[in-house]
């Protein structure tokens, strides 16, 4: 494990995966602690797919892959190629497993930056094959809402009017969207939400924090320029809602057809041409 630490957080990083593990505020900490009762993850970085594919499977130049939700990055070994007192990078290569899954060499580099009570999380795709590299890459974190999630609300920066893809039993995006709460910037966070949707997709959105009614901890993350923000509670097999909220900023989504198509049609694919880098970077400040 590593560790980033200043006087007002400390971070615990785990190098498979590159997954943030840890935020600690004192004696708080702000991420979900991994227990499998619920979800056996933390803060994942989701590469080279966010999201399910219509029937585990894509295509690319007529031949098919096949690859699980999310893709394959947070299993991944990452090596931590520069270490500072306040920053932390993190890179992985692809290798002969992945290609069997993505058939593109590419390099991913994902950085801390600690900074005050702010962490910036940077990413960097570097498309090392002999062609344009179709992608997409998205962030996964888990905040702790407390039991029933009752205590917490969300609050969005940009909609009026908050609307959600909708997504189906079998993990594919509907491509249409539903307005879930209208005139306000607040999504009310409980168990009959997530039964109802069990994970809100909003498009345009630039940041939103988690706010309690009853202290004045919260967490503000921002994600100006990513298209898409997944929000998502896990129900467990006896009903329970997770004591977390996952607020997930996306470039890319689900598949949004039922039959498994070619992946440089896939809905919020990224293209990245021959030598080409991406860069993309959002941050989550604790207060309290």
């Not at 009570?117 to 702790?144: D, Y």
């Amino acid at each position: 494990m590593f560790t980033l630490k200043n006087n007002q957080l400390e971070l615990t990083i785990n190098p498979c995966g590159a997954e943030l593990v840890r935020v600690l505020q004192g004696e708080i900490d702000y991420l979900w602690n991994g227990d499998a009762t619920f979800w056996e993850r933390t803060s994942p970085v989701l590469f080279p797919i966010v999201g399910s594919l219509a029937q585990g499977r894509y295509f690319y130049q007529g031949q098919a892959f096949e690859m699980g939700q999310h893709g394959f990055a947070r299993d991944m070994d990452f090596i931590c190629v520069d270490q500072r007192e306040r920053e932390l990078y993190f890179e992985t290569v692809s290798n002969e497993e992945t290609r069997m899954k993505y058939p593109f060499d590419f390099k991913l580099r994902i950085g801390y930056v600690l900074e005050n009570n702010c962490v910036t999380v940077k990413w960097e795709v570097e498309n090392k094959s002999g062609g344009t590299m179709p992608f997409s890459i998205g962030a996964h974190p888990a905040f702790m809402a407390g039991p029933e999630l009752l205590d917490y609300d969300l609050k969005v920066k940009e909609s009026n009017d908050i609307e959600t893809y909708l997504l189906g039993a079998d993990g594919l995006i509907r491509d249409e969207k539903r307005t879930i709460f209208e005139h306000t910037k607040t999504i009310s966070l409980c168990k009959e939400l997530f039964i109802k949707y069990p994970t809100l997709i909003l498009e345009g959105e630039k940041g939103m924090q988690l706010v309690s009614h009853s202290h004045n901890r919260k967490v503000e993350i921002t994600f100006d320029g990513f298209p898409y923000v997944g929000i998502w509670s896990p129900i467990n097999e006896t009903g329970e809602i997770a004591p977390f909220v996952c607020v997930e900023p996306w470039f890319g989504m689900a598949d949004t057809v039922e039959e498994p198509g070619d992946i440089q049609d896939k809905k919020g694919i990224q293209m990245l041409e021959v030598g080409g880098k991406f860069e993309a970077q959002y941050q989550m400040r604790f207060m309290k």
